[in-house]
């Protein structure tokens, strides 16, 4: 395991300070202010923490109150909506400085058999063919709006190998393609089989590119070149089948849309061999300066 992926499941790692009330830190971000994928996942991990071991999270649906600080202790207050006979559900307050910065809804639900289909999973290369950001990040450098952030996003990302498919946001200012974009990513190193960390994970990384795409629509370079001023505004998700997070998985997003200074992003993650585990939608600020 590697330390960086050591100290991501530290902070994942959340202190009890009463039954259903938890406490977490924040780790140095890109921006400063809270990664918004950090707090989805602790939140989610303070909510499985409530729920019997033989319940698997399936959905979880969040929304971001209030820009985080990095700085202080966040505290997830746990409410036990329903224990039912095949379906958990719990919702996750984050509060920090008095006021609600996050509001998570998640649901479990015990195994059980049932109908089975699946959306195909898209073409894309192996991910053993792509560069790895280290490898990628430092030939842009010069792009950023400060020399280091190329840096900064390195170690913000140590803790997962996430790979590109096609050139990222930064490397394609002012040249608008596809609102798509496809990045493969795993955990730098093994974790353990507990399924919730898996999920947690999976959840953490899934807020670092899904609105790429409505950028890309525009040709925009992002938040991290200067142009572009971006929040997450809301995040949901569907975990549909199984899967390693320390397993390469495809993360294939598109945006079908862009108004009223709010972009909209969709995704699937298939696992390598080709089983669609997760479904994602998330809304966020996409501000353009003007003048």
């Known amino acids: 395991m590697?330390?960086?992926?050591?100290?991501?499941?530290?902070?994942?790692?959340?202190?009890?300070?009463?039954?259903?009330?938890?406490?977490?830190?924040?780790?140095?971000?890109?921006?400063?202010?809270?990664f918004g994928g950090q707090v989805a996942a602790q939140a989610l991990v303070a909510a499985g923490r409530t729920v019997p071991d033989d319940r698997t999270a399936h959905s979880l649906h969040a929304y971001f109150l209030r820009m985080g600080d990095p700085g202080a202790p966040i505290v997830y207050t746990v409410d036990r909506i329903r224990d039912g006979r095949s379906f958990t559900t719990?919702?996750?307050?984050?509060?920090?400085?008095?006021?609600?910065?996050?509001?998570?809804?998640?649901?479990?639900?015990?195994?059980?058999?049932?109908?089975?289909?699946?959306?195909?999973?898209?073409?894309a290369p192996a991910p053993d063919s792509l560069p790895s950001a280290e490898e990628t990040l430092p030939q842009h450098a010069g792009r950023f709006i400060a020399p280091e952030i190329a840096e900064r996003m390195l170690e913000a990302r140590?803790?997962?190998?996430?790979?590109?498919v096609d050139a990222p946001p930064y490397a394609s200012v002012g040249e608008?393609?596809?609102?798509?974009?496809?990045?493969?990513?795993?955990?730098?190193?093994?974790?353990?089989?507990?399924?919730?960390?898996?999920?947690?994970?999976?959840?953490?990384?899934?807020d670092m590119t899904l609105l790429d795409s409505v950028l890309l629509a525009h040709g925009r370079g992002g938040w991290t070149v200067g142009d572009v001023v971006g929040a997450s505004l809301d995040h949901a998700m569907w975990f549909h089948r199984p899967f390693r997070?320390?397993?390469?998985?495809?993360?294939?997003?598109?945006?079908?849309?862009?108004?009223?200074?709010?972009?909209?992003?969709?995704?699937?993650?298939?696992?390598?061999?080709g089983q669609l585990a997760i479904s994602v939608i998330q809304e966020g600020v996409v501000r353009v300066p003007h003048g």
């Open 176 to 206: 608008p393609r596809e609102a798509r974009s496809q990045v493969w990513f795993r955990t730098n190193g093994k974790l353990a089989d507990d399924p919730l960390l898996h999920v947690c994970l999976a959840t953490y990384v899934s």
């Open 2 to 34: 590697s330390e960086a992926l050591d100290d991501l499941l530290d902070l994942l790692d959340l202190e009890r300070i009463e039954q259903d009330i938890f406490r977490g830190r924040s780790r140095s971000a890109i921006v400063p202010r809270v």
């Open 245 to 273: 997070a320390d397993e390469w998985l495809l993360y294939d997003q598109e945006s079908p849309s862009a108004h009223g200074g709010r972009g909209l992003g969709q995704a699937r993650i298939y696992t390598q061999d």
């Open 90 to 123: 719990r919702r996750v307050v984050a509060v920090q400085h008095g006021q609600p910065i996050f509001h998570l809804s998640a649901s479990f639900q015990t195994y059980e058999e049932g109908l089975d289909h699946q959306a195909p999973m898209p073409d």
């Open 158 to 164: 140590a803790a997962v190998d996430l790979r590109y």
